[in-house]
């Protein structure tokens, strides 16, 4: 229990906090008052405490009545602001690989996970990170990603000369965000697994913030009687939370400049990924995001655009999307003019998140995402406000697109599986056919028992980040599918 109220006091609400809801419409927080032990009194009373109320009642307006403002007219994202698959050479591709790994190997590299979210839509209340999708390893999500950190480690230090000797790599430093509701479940996981095989030291856990979940009218939705219902507040919480916990200082002291940022749930994520950070070196941008054809018109993802000529670069949601804009095709290419999608790869500088961590809490325009919440009156219609990683892309003064194969870097982890798309088992079967295409190439040779099309091997990240170095393993060799591949 806390101190600033003492329970033998709290016949009535304490009449200063009264006040101060009062001012802020939000005194039916305490409609069940009479009702309450002394204990449910006291804990009401120190959630209420823990509240910011003027910062929530200003994100509180200022979301609601941005609502159905008009926004600035969009374009599509100018060529020249994207790299495309196409239009890439290998020479350019090799020269950005090893400007990456040369970053990385002199430590100014962190990765950011954002991973506050549960596995509800999996039938997991674990954190996603935690998931396993059925490979042949049974390895979680969280594992195939920490092992990509590894392998990049170990091909950095590959990548200086032999004459250096060992060299010495600073190890990528990994910033985990979680939740109120992963938090404790994540750490178990990471102590549990010994940080798969990555120094405890190298990673950070920090978590997201919550705000209380409202009514259509503004108000603070119950979740009981002494509770008020909270819910995290988006993976661009993330900036807020990195700034409140001292880690953009954090950052900045360990030499870090460059920041690779992704969500939890992409079983093919490319983690440090040194084409992609060379890429963002040499480019000289603020931003940039990995992005992915749109498949077809209709296809639930948010896109790129440019807010008006020569303005900033943004992500429009899908249902914010015209349908007549969606279905525009591009009369030269006879490709949507609206295809590249966001699929929350992003690399940042550091210097740029120290300005959004600032801008963003000063704007607090938050979005309301509509939700059945649950309550003292059962499950009630109300807003979770959330904020978007991709919030911040406005306050860039320059953005770059990277285009990647969507079945080389995409497989994402959202629903349960029996759904009709971004199961674990679609994710499953995209690694594993990746990585029979690896071994293929490489001179390996698959037999299976059950159709091709529906299994494959799987390779461990340890052997190889993205198909290279497997000639030694897989040449003249024969894999029976599904399999797991190690040294």
């Not at 304490?14 to 802020?24: I, M, N, Q, S, T």
């Not at 590959?158 to 994540?186: C, K, L």
């Amino acid at each position: 229990m806390g101190d600033s109220v003492d329970s033998n006091d709290l016949s009535i609400p304490p009449l200063p906090l009264l006040e101060r809801l009062k001012d802020y419409g939000q005194e039916d927080v305490f409609a069940c008052w009479n009702e309450l032990s002394a204990e449910e009194r006291h804990l009401l009373v120190k959630d209420i405490e823990a509240l910011d109320l003027p910062r929530i009642d200003r994100i509180i307006r200022c979301s609601f009545q941005s609502q159905g403002i008009p926004k600035a007219a969009i374009e599509p994202v100018p060529e020249s602001n994207v790299s495309t698959v196409e239009n890439r050479t290998m020479e350019e591709r090799e020269k950005w690989w090893k400007m990456g790994l040369k970053a990385i190997l002199e430590g100014k590299l962190g990765v950011l996970l954002l991973s506050g979210g549960q596995g509800t839509r999996l039938g997991s209340s674990d954190p996603k990170g935690c998931f396993n999708i059925g490979l042949p390893s049974g390895k979680s999500l969280f594992q195939l990603q920490a092992e990509r950190i590894l392998r990049v480690q170990m091909l950095a230090a590959q990548s200086v000369n032999e004459d250096a000797g060992s060299a010495r790599v600073t190890p990528i430093h990994w910033y985990i965000m979680t939740s109120p509701f992963t938090d404790e479940a994540t750490r178990k996981f990471f102590e549990n697994h010994k940080y798969f095989g990555l120094e405890a030291d190298q990673v950070t856990f920090f978590q997201q913030g919550t705000i209380p979940c409202v009514s259509r009218d503004g108000r603070f939705i119950m979740e009981t009687p002494y509770k008020v219902a909270k819910s995290p507040d988006g993976n661009g919480g993330v900036y807020l939370a990195l700034k409140s916990s001292g880690l953009l200082e954090d950052m900045a002291m360990r030499g870090i400049k460059y920041l690779d940022c992704y969500g939890v749930d992409n079983a093919l994520v490319r983690v440090a990924d040194p084409t992609f950070l060379g890429y963002f070196i040499e480019a000289g941008v603020a931003s940039a995001a990995k992005v992915v054809r749109k498949a077809y018109p209709q296809e639930k993802v948010g896109v790129f655009v440019q807010r008006g000529k020569g303005g900033p670069v943004s992500v429009v949601e899908y249902s914010e999307l015209d349908q007549s804009l969606a279905s525009e095709i591009n009369q030269g290419t006879g490709r949507l003019r609206y295809c590249w999608s966001n699929v929350c790869l992003h690399m940042f500088t550091l210097d740029f998140l120290n300005q959004v961590a600032n801008g963003l809490e000063k704007d607090s325009i938050y979005h309301l995402a509509e939700k059945s919440i649950p309550s003292i009156h059962g499950h009630t219609v109300g807003f979770k406000l959330e904020q978007f990683i991709f919030d911040a892309f406005p306050y860039a003064p320059s953005t770059a697109l990277f285009e990647v194969v969507r079945e080389e870097e995409f497989a994402p982890v959202k629903n349960a599986n029996g759904s009709n798309f971004d199961t674990p088992d679609s994710a499953r079967l995209l690694v594993l056919r990746l990585h029979a295409r690896w071994v293929a190439a490489t001179g390996g040779f698959l037999t299976h028992s059950v159709p091709l099309y529906a299994t494959g091997v799987e390779v461990s990240p340890l052997c190889s980040y993205a198909g290279e170095d497997l000639e030694a393993i897989c040449r003249g060799r024969t894999f029976h599918a599904p399999c797991e591949i190690t040294f």
